[in-house]
């Protein structure tokens, strides 16, 4: 049987295996992960916190290694019946809180005109975007019919799990995305894309812009398609100092989240981002997640209880011994005592993990009852 095949059979037993059963708690409030999830996009203290690992569909999985066996990384994002196998794989396998859909950051940007080359080597744009021109022939694309197998595939992972499931979607951020378009692929200092800003600012104003205005109408068709949040991917802001940070990758962002929210919580990830949080904050986003360099509680006391905090374990430490990833995972949680705040990673799982190490996490973190449920922070 190829895998195809295999993943279309198990996609058609999803109402049979994935288990949705609502969440007893000792404190008598009845949650399924949905409502979990939700509640703690808008701060509220809860009895236990919602669990989920970026990148949770990978490589570190055997079911997801069969499968890459045989079709390539973009085959798999462009094939709904692929896709809905390898997002509901975590969710069968760990028991996750929540279902992010598979898909990759850079789709927007082929489908904005780019050529793009996904291997095991990392993402490659052959074209990439490097003057006025090359930022004029960038197109505005419909999302239905230019990126229609991931809405499809969102509605079938919805259907697959019911409504008592988050189903999660996602996009890069502007100045990251622009960071893939501008050099082509991931370089260390991103000298490229610096040059370009520096030198055209108003031109590299533009690129974020275009990209802001095709980002709204992606995750818009996500949201209809049936998400219960997003996350923007901000994966290389910290490569930024503050003032170029507030000039140029905010107002970005901050386009895009004033024109989305409302509908959904909006999850907004900065990675090594502790000297732009004062700025990350004004994002506007319902969530900021974070990576393992912040500490939350220092957080929570800058930023208060308007924002719900996301994170932020280091993924070495599922490489540690069981006690030790029970011991800081118990700390993660500590650390907002359940008070607006959903479990995860720092950064995406790492390739090799073990996939006990993985289970262990979410185990941990689903089983660590932390206070009696209380009205919203906000």
């Given at each position: 049987?190829?895998?195809?095949?295999?993943?279309?059979?198990?996609?058609?037993?999803?109402?049979?295996?994935?288990?949705?059963?609502?969440?007893?708690?000792?404190?008598?409030?009845t949650?399924n992960r949905?409502?979990l999830?939700?509640?703690?996009?808008?701060?509220e203290?809860?009895?236990?916190v919602?669990?989920?690992?970026?990148?949770?569909?990978?490589?570190?999985?055997?079911?997801?290694?069969?499968?890459?066996?045989?079709?390539?990384?973009?085959?798999?994002c462009?094939?709904?019946?692929?896709?809905?196998?390898?997002?509901?794989?975590?969710?069968?396998?760990?028991?996750?809180?929540?279902?992010?859909?598979?898909?990759?950051?850079?789709?927007?940007?082929?489908?904005?005109?780019?050529?793009?080359?996904?291997?095991?080597a990392?993402?490659?744009?052959?074209?990439?975007?490097r003057?006025?021109?090359?930022?004029?022939?960038?197109?505005?694309?419909?999302?239905?019919?230019?990126?229609?197998?991931?809405?499809?595939?969102?509605?079938?992972?919805?259907?697959?799990?019911?409504?008592?499931?988050?189903?999660?979607?996602?996009?890069?951020?502007?100045?990251?995305?622009?960071?893939?378009?501008?050099?082509?692929?991931?370089?260390?200092?991103?000298?490229?894309?610096?040059?370009?800003?520096?030198?055209?600012?108003?031109?590299?104003?533009?690129?974020?812009?275009?990209?802001?205005?095709?980002?709204?109408?992606?995750?818009?068709?996500?949201?209809?398609?049936?998400?219960?949040?997003?996350?923007?991917?901000?994966?290389?802001?910290?490569?930024?100092?503050?003032?170029?940070?507030?000039?140029?990758?905010?107002?970005?962002?901050?386009?895009?989240?004033?024109?989305?929210?409302?509908?959904?919580?909006?999850?907004?990830?900065?990675?090594?981002?502790?000297?732009?949080?004062?700025?990350?904050?004004?994002?506007?986003?319902?969530?900021?997640?974070?990576?393992?360099?912040?500490?939350?509680?220092?957080?929570?006391?800058?930023?208060?209880?308007?924002?719900?905090?996301?994170?932020?374990?280091?993924?070495?430490?599922?490489?540690?011994?069981?006690?030790?990833?029970?011991?800081?995972?118990?700390e993660?949680?500590?650390?907002?005592?359940?008070?607006?705040?959903?479990?995860?990673?720092?950064?995406?799982?790492?390739?090799?993990?073990?996939?006990?190490?993985?289970?262990?996490?979410?185990?941990?973190?689903?089983?660590?009852?932390?206070?009696?449920?209380?009205?919203?922070a906000?």
């Amino acid at each position: 049987m190829d895998c195809e095949s295999a993943a279309r059979r198990r996609w058609a037993r999803g109402f049979a295996i994935l288990s949705a059963e609502p969440l007893m708690t000792s404190s008598s409030v009845t949650l399924n992960r949905k409502d979990l999830f939700l509640r703690a996009c808008r701060g509220e203290r809860l009895p236990r916190v919602p669990v989920w690992m970026m990148r949770q569909a990978g490589r570190y999985l055997p079911e997801y290694r069969e499968i890459r066996a045989k079709h390539a990384f973009l085959e798999v994002c462009k094939t709904p019946d692929l896709a809905v196998e390898v997002s509901l794989q975590p969710f069968r396998r760990l028991g996750v809180d929540a279902v992010i859909v598979f898909s990759d950051i850079l789709i927007p940007a082929e489908a904005m005109g780019l050529p793009l080359e996904l291997g095991d080597a990392g993402p490659n744009l052959p074209q990439p975007v490097r003057s006025a021109a090359d930022v004029e022939r960038l197109r505005m694309f419909d999302p239905e019919s230019d990126t229609g197998f991931l809405m499809e595939a969102i509605r079938r992972i919805s259907r697959a799990v019911g409504p008592t499931v988050p189903v999660l979607g996602f996009a890069a951020a502007p100045w990251t995305l622009a960071c893939y378009m501008v050099e082509g692929k991931t370089k260390e200092g991103f000298a490229t894309v610096k040059s370009f800003l520096y030198h055209q600012p108003k031109t590299f104003r533009t690129l974020l812009s275009k990209i802001a205005e095709a980002t709204v109408g992606y995750l818009k068709a996500q949201i209809a398609a049936g998400v219960a949040a997003v996350q923007l991917f901000d994966t290389w802001c910290g490569e930024l100092a503050l003032p170029d940070y507030e000039a140029f990758a905010l107002p970005a962002v901050q386009e895009i989240i004033s024109r989305v929210s409302g509908t959904v919580p909006i999850i907004y990830y900065t990675k090594a981002s502790g000297h732009l949080m004062s700025a990350v904050a004004q994002a506007g986003a319902d969530v900021l997640s974070v990576d393992w360099r912040q500490d939350l509680r220092e957080l929570r006391k800058k930023l208060g209880p308007r924002v719900a905090l996301q994170g932020n374990l280091d993924p070495a430490i599922l490489f540690g011994p069981a006690e030790k990833i029970r011991e800081a995972t118990l700390e993660n949680i500590a650390a907002l005592g359940g008070a607006g705040h959903i479990l995860n990673l720092g950064h995406g799982i790492l390739q090799h993990t073990p996939v006990e190490s993985a289970k262990l996490f979410i185990e941990t973190g689903q089983q660590a009852e932390v206070a009696e449920a209380k009205p919203a922070a906000r």
